[in-house]
């Protein structure tokens, strides 16, 4: 009877133990409890976070709502396909005209008057990102009695820069006796990394289009930035959202060309291959400036970066300075005449002297673009003052 039980108890015993198919059962949902658990916070952290950066504010509905209605879609593929890109919605309102995407009217031309345009990159778009600023442009066209359009665009260079002074003149009758052509550092670094294949005629001399693939429109930056901003508006559940948000953040980035690059001629130095590219350009430019007799006087200017002031032994010296570039490019000309380079490395002590050096570039930027403070102050009014208006 003591056996039995003794026997019984034992088998008792053994069948509470768990069998190696019930721990591992166990442990597949430990184990994916705490991923899910991790993955939903990590989720919900970048989802968070990427609100921070890439949520557009309500106070931007009816600039999107402008820039993705059918006018503005059929502008934008317009000029996208040849220029690779334009403006943003940010320039966008009621009672502003779409062809603010492409450029800014001061005070309009006419053949009765001398008419000026300026051109550039986002130091050339940054005459125009402020109604202050504007009004420096305004007041002195008023002045002068001239007309002015301004058509920066952030990104550009001397490539897509020559095609959109083509588009203004063959599109929109702009055809300007004076232009102000602002080439930046990162100039350089567009044309050899963004703008480095664009789209010739058969004799390879005329400029078609900046890119040899055909443009993606639903690619670009700014659609990228309003998808994100929806998403993360979106009311689903949050790895839904999660996915979506990741699968156009990823897209960007394989999409964005250049980035980081154009800085890397600045800080290693650029081949003569290279530099021969980018003189070529710039000469390019001023070739289709001075194609039509409207064409008469050509203000070339140039600016330091940051990285430019330092000791030339220093470590985080640039080694090239987009200045020597142009002036090779001007000198080479057959137009070198009519050409004046506003080189302000050579007066930009004087340019700047009612300012504290730390105060003339934006704290922080890599691409040492000016405070508004610098740019509205003194940048702008030095170039205003050297144009002379007697042609």
């Known amino acids: ?80 396909t040849q220029l690779d890109h334009i403006r943003s919605y940010y320039v966008l309102g009621e009672n502003i005209p779409i062809t603010e995407m492409l450029f800014t009217v001061i005070n309009p031309f006419s053949s009765k008057k001398l008419n000026i345009l300026l051109q550039g990159d986002s130091w050339g778009e940054q005459a125009t990102s402020s109604n202050e600023i504007k009004q420096i442009l305004n007041s002195f066209a008023t002045k002068n009695k001239v007309g002015f359009v301004s058509a920066g665009i952030g990104s550009y260079a001397p490539t897509p820069e020559t095609l959109q002074l083509r588009a203004l003149r063959d599109n929109f009758n702009i055809h300007p006796n004076i232009v102000i052509l602002i080439i930046d550092q990162t100039d350089i670094g567009d044309e050899l ?65 250049a980035g980081a690059n154009v800085l890397a001629p600045l800080e290693k ?53 987009v200045a020597d570039l142009v002036q090779v490019a001007i000198d080479g000309s057959s137009h070198h005449e009519s050409i004046t380079h506003l080189n302000i490395n050579k007066v930009f002590k004087s340019v700047y002297e009612d300012f504290d050096g730390d105060n003339i570039f934006e704290p922080g930027d890599p691409a040492s673009h000016l405070s508004r403070a610098a740019y509205r102050n003194n940048f702008l009014p030095y170039i205003l003052n050297q144009i002379v208006l007697k042609q």
């Not at 994916?32 to 504010?57: D, T």
């Not at 390019?284 to 203000?299: A, D, P, R, W």
Request: hydrophobic share 35%; net charge positive.
């Open 193 to 257: 990394y963004r703008y480095r294949h664009p789209v010739t005629d058969t004799s390879g001399k005329k400029l078609l289009s900046t890119r040899s693939d055909s443009y993606a429109e639903p690619h670009q930056d700014a659609l990228l930035s309003i998808d994100k901003s929806n998403i993360l508006k979106s009311e689903v559940n949050i790895f839904m959202k999660f996915y979506r948000y990741s699968t156009v953040a990823i897209k960007g980035l394989i999409d964005k060309e």
């Open 269 to 321: 130095g650029v081949s003569p291959t290279d530099k021969d590219l980018f003189i070529s350009r710039v000469r390019g430019y001023i070739n289709e400036f001075f194609v039509e007799k409207s064409g008469k006087k050509l203000y070339i200017v140039t600016h330091p970066h940051r990285n430019h002031l330092l000791p030339a032994d220093a470590k985080n010296a640039y080694k090239v300075n």
């Open 1 to 80: 009877m003591a056996k039995y039980i003794c026997i019984n108890i034992s088998n008792k015993s053994l069948s509470m133990r768990p069998n190696n198919t019930s721990l591992k059962i166990l442990l597949f949902f430990f184990s994916n409890g705490i991923l899910f658990i991790s993955f939903y916070f990590f989720a919900s952290f970048w989802i968070e976070r990427s609100k921070k950066y890439y949520l557009i504010p309500e106070s931007f509905a009816n600039q999107i709502q402008i820039y993705q209605s059918e006018d503005a879609s059929n502008f934008r593929k317009k000029f996208n």
